[in-house]
Protein backbone atom coordinates (compact mmCIF):
# COMPACT_ATOMS: atom_id res chain seq x y z
CA UNK A 1 0.00 0.00 0.00
CA UNK A 2 2.95 2.29 0.82
CA UNK A 3 4.90 2.08 -2.69
CA UNK A 4 1.51 2.31 -4.42
CA UNK A 5 0.73 5.80 -2.26
CA UNK A 6 4.63 6.57 -3.15
CA UNK A 7 4.07 5.81 -6.96
CA UNK A 8 0.94 8.26 -7.11
CA UNK A 9 2.85 11.14 -5.50
CA UNK A 10 5.56 10.93 -7.72
CA UNK A 11 3.00 10.74 -10.72
CA UNK A 12 1.33 13.55 -9.77
CA UNK A 13 4.04 15.32 -8.60
CA UNK A 14 5.37 14.90 -12.14
CA UNK A 15 2.60 15.92 -13.36
CA UNK A 16 2.39 19.37 -11.69
CA UNK A 17 5.86 19.84 -13.01
CA UNK A 18 4.83 19.38 -16.70
CA UNK A 19 1.67 22.06 -15.87
CA UNK A 20 4.54 24.38 -14.39
CA UNK A 21 6.57 24.76 -17.24
CA UNK A 22 5.50 26.65 -20.64
CA UNK A 23 7.93 26.65 -23.54
CA UNK A 24 8.09 28.52 -26.88
CA UNK A 25 9.70 28.22 -29.44
CA UNK A 26 10.09 30.72 -32.33
CA UNK A 27 12.31 32.30 -34.94
CA UNK A 28 14.13 35.52 -33.99
CA UNK A 29 12.40 38.45 -35.42
CA UNK A 30 14.36 40.09 -38.21
CA UNK A 31 14.44 44.29 -38.29
CA UNK A 32 14.63 45.68 -41.51
CA UNK A 33 16.99 48.00 -42.60
CA UNK A 34 20.58 47.81 -42.53
CA UNK A 35 22.20 44.02 -41.46
CA UNK A 36 25.92 44.61 -40.81
CA UNK A 37 27.95 42.12 -41.00
CA UNK A 38 25.19 39.44 -40.63
CA UNK A 39 22.47 38.47 -42.62
CA UNK A 40 19.63 37.03 -41.12
CA UNK A 41 18.04 33.99 -43.43
CA UNK A 42 14.69 34.83 -44.91
CA UNK A 43 13.89 32.65 -47.53
CA UNK A 44 12.69 35.52 -50.04
CA UNK A 45 16.53 37.00 -49.51
CA UNK A 46 18.73 35.13 -51.78
CA UNK A 47 22.68 35.85 -51.46
CA UNK A 48 24.67 37.93 -53.76
CA UNK A 49 28.18 38.41 -54.63
CA UNK A 50 28.70 41.69 -52.83
CA UNK A 51 27.65 40.07 -49.59
CA UNK A 52 30.94 37.70 -49.67
CA UNK A 53 32.83 40.60 -47.69
CA UNK A 54 35.95 38.24 -46.64
CA UNK A 55 39.57 37.69 -48.01
CA UNK A 56 39.73 34.34 -50.52
CA UNK A 57 42.08 31.84 -49.27
CA UNK A 58 44.31 31.49 -52.14
CA UNK A 59 45.17 27.78 -50.97
CA UNK A 60 41.90 26.53 -51.32
CA UNK A 61 40.60 24.75 -53.93
CA UNK A 62 37.03 26.01 -53.22
CA UNK A 63 35.92 29.04 -56.09
CA UNK A 64 33.80 30.30 -52.75
CA UNK A 65 33.21 29.95 -48.88
CA UNK A 66 29.88 30.50 -47.65
CA UNK A 67 30.16 31.01 -43.68
CA UNK A 68 26.26 30.57 -42.03
CA UNK A 69 24.84 28.27 -39.13
CA UNK A 70 22.03 28.49 -36.63
CA UNK A 71 21.70 28.93 -32.61
CA UNK A 72 19.47 29.69 -30.22
CA UNK A 73 18.70 31.91 -27.56
CA UNK A 74 16.91 31.30 -24.68
CA UNK A 75 15.77 32.74 -21.44
CA UNK A 76 14.01 31.43 -18.52
CA UNK A 77 11.68 33.14 -16.09
CA UNK A 78 10.02 32.02 -13.03
CA UNK A 79 7.19 33.11 -10.94
CA UNK A 80 4.65 32.48 -8.77
CA UNK A 81 5.73 28.74 -9.26
CA UNK A 82 5.26 28.98 -12.94
CA UNK A 83 8.57 29.22 -15.31
CA UNK A 84 8.29 29.86 -18.48
CA UNK A 85 11.04 29.20 -21.17
CA UNK A 86 11.66 30.98 -24.68
CA UNK A 87 14.13 29.72 -27.14
CA UNK A 88 14.56 31.99 -30.10
CA UNK A 89 15.87 30.64 -32.77
CA UNK A 90 18.15 32.17 -35.77
CA UNK A 91 19.73 31.18 -38.97
CA UNK A 92 22.63 33.26 -40.27
CA UNK A 93 25.32 33.80 -43.10
CA UNK A 94 28.38 36.02 -41.90
CA UNK A 95 29.48 38.15 -44.81
CA UNK A 96 32.76 38.50 -43.11
CA UNK A 97 34.19 35.22 -43.16
CA UNK A 98 32.13 34.56 -46.76
CA UNK A 99 34.30 35.23 -50.00
CA UNK A 100 34.63 34.64 -53.63
CA UNK A 101 37.82 34.08 -55.73
CA UNK A 102 38.42 36.73 -58.36
CA UNK A 103 36.97 35.91 -62.14
CA UNK A 104 34.67 33.05 -60.31
CA UNK A 105 32.04 35.47 -59.22
CA UNK A 106 29.38 33.60 -61.81
CA UNK A 107 25.87 32.44 -61.29
CA UNK A 108 26.98 28.95 -61.35
CA UNK A 109 28.90 29.25 -58.33
CA UNK A 110 26.49 31.85 -56.46
CA UNK A 111 23.82 29.49 -56.96
CA UNK A 112 26.12 26.59 -55.19
CA UNK A 113 26.77 29.17 -52.19
CA UNK A 114 23.28 30.01 -51.50
CA UNK A 115 22.18 26.36 -51.33
CA UNK A 116 24.83 25.65 -48.84
CA UNK A 117 23.08 28.69 -46.89
CA UNK A 118 19.72 26.68 -47.86
CA UNK A 119 20.96 23.82 -46.18
CA UNK A 120 21.83 25.83 -43.09
CA UNK A 121 18.38 26.79 -42.94
CA UNK A 122 16.50 23.31 -43.58
CA UNK A 123 18.77 22.29 -40.65
CA UNK A 124 17.48 24.61 -38.64
CA UNK A 125 14.09 24.16 -39.57
CA UNK A 126 14.72 20.56 -38.88
CA UNK A 127 15.90 21.80 -35.28
CA UNK A 128 13.02 24.19 -34.70
CA UNK A 129 10.68 20.65 -35.32
CA UNK A 130 12.41 18.79 -32.65
CA UNK A 131 12.35 21.05 -29.95
CA UNK A 132 8.52 21.15 -30.72
CA UNK A 133 8.63 17.15 -30.46
CA UNK A 134 10.57 17.23 -27.09
CA UNK A 135 9.29 16.61 -23.67
CA UNK A 136 10.09 19.33 -21.56
CA UNK A 137 10.32 19.73 -17.97
CA UNK A 138 11.87 21.78 -15.32
CA UNK A 139 14.79 19.32 -14.98
CA UNK A 140 15.89 18.49 -18.51
CA UNK A 141 14.98 21.32 -20.79
CA UNK A 142 18.92 22.73 -20.33
CA UNK A 143 20.23 19.40 -21.28
CA UNK A 144 17.63 18.89 -24.00
CA UNK A 145 17.76 21.61 -25.45
CA UNK A 146 21.63 21.19 -26.15
CA UNK A 147 21.35 17.79 -27.23
CA UNK A 148 18.47 18.73 -29.52
CA UNK A 149 20.89 21.81 -31.04
CA UNK A 150 24.36 19.37 -31.39
CA UNK A 151 22.11 16.77 -33.03
CA UNK A 152 20.81 19.02 -35.60
CA UNK A 153 24.07 20.78 -35.83
CA UNK A 154 25.83 17.50 -36.27
CA UNK A 155 23.68 16.37 -39.28
CA UNK A 156 24.26 19.91 -40.76
CA UNK A 157 27.86 19.35 -40.91
CA UNK A 158 26.93 16.17 -42.80
CA UNK A 159 24.56 17.35 -45.08
CA UNK A 160 27.34 19.98 -46.03
CA UNK A 161 29.90 17.78 -46.60
CA UNK A 162 27.42 15.38 -48.63
CA UNK A 163 26.84 18.49 -50.59
CA UNK A 164 30.74 19.23 -51.33
CA UNK A 165 31.44 15.79 -51.71
CA UNK A 166 29.03 14.55 -54.16
CA UNK A 167 29.34 17.85 -56.12
CA UNK A 168 33.13 18.15 -55.85
CA UNK A 169 32.33 21.18 -54.54
CA UNK A 170 30.03 22.24 -57.41
CA UNK A 171 31.96 20.92 -60.21
CA UNK A 172 30.51 17.51 -61.13
CA UNK A 173 27.36 19.48 -63.22
CA UNK A 174 25.03 16.90 -63.11
CA UNK A 175 25.20 16.05 -59.51
CA UNK A 176 24.78 20.04 -58.78
CA UNK A 177 21.44 19.51 -60.94
CA UNK A 178 20.49 16.47 -58.51
CA UNK A 179 21.24 18.71 -55.37
CA UNK A 180 19.62 21.79 -56.79
CA UNK A 181 16.38 19.88 -56.83
CA UNK A 182 16.61 17.78 -54.05
CA UNK A 183 17.33 21.35 -51.62
CA UNK A 184 14.62 23.16 -53.84
CA UNK A 185 12.28 20.35 -52.60
CA UNK A 186 13.39 20.12 -49.11
CA UNK A 187 12.48 23.89 -48.90
CA UNK A 188 9.40 23.77 -50.86
CA UNK A 189 8.18 21.51 -48.19
CA UNK A 190 9.23 23.60 -45.11
CA UNK A 191 7.02 25.98 -46.37
CA UNK A 192 3.92 23.72 -47.27
CA UNK A 193 4.20 22.36 -43.67
Not at 96 to 115: F, G, P, R, T
Not at 124 to 133: D, S
Not at 143 to 159: C, G, P, R, T, W
Request: glycine share 6%; net charge positive.
Amino acid sequence: MIKNCILIFFLLAGSSVYAQLNVTIQWQPIKPGKEGDTIYYQPERKLDWPDFKGRPVAASPAAAITESGFGYKMSVQSRNKRTNIVITVFCYFNKQHSWVKEDMDNYYALLHEQHHYDITYINACLFVQKLKEARFNSGNYNYLVQKIHDESFNALDKMQGEYDGETSNGRINRKQKAWNKKIDRQLEALVTN
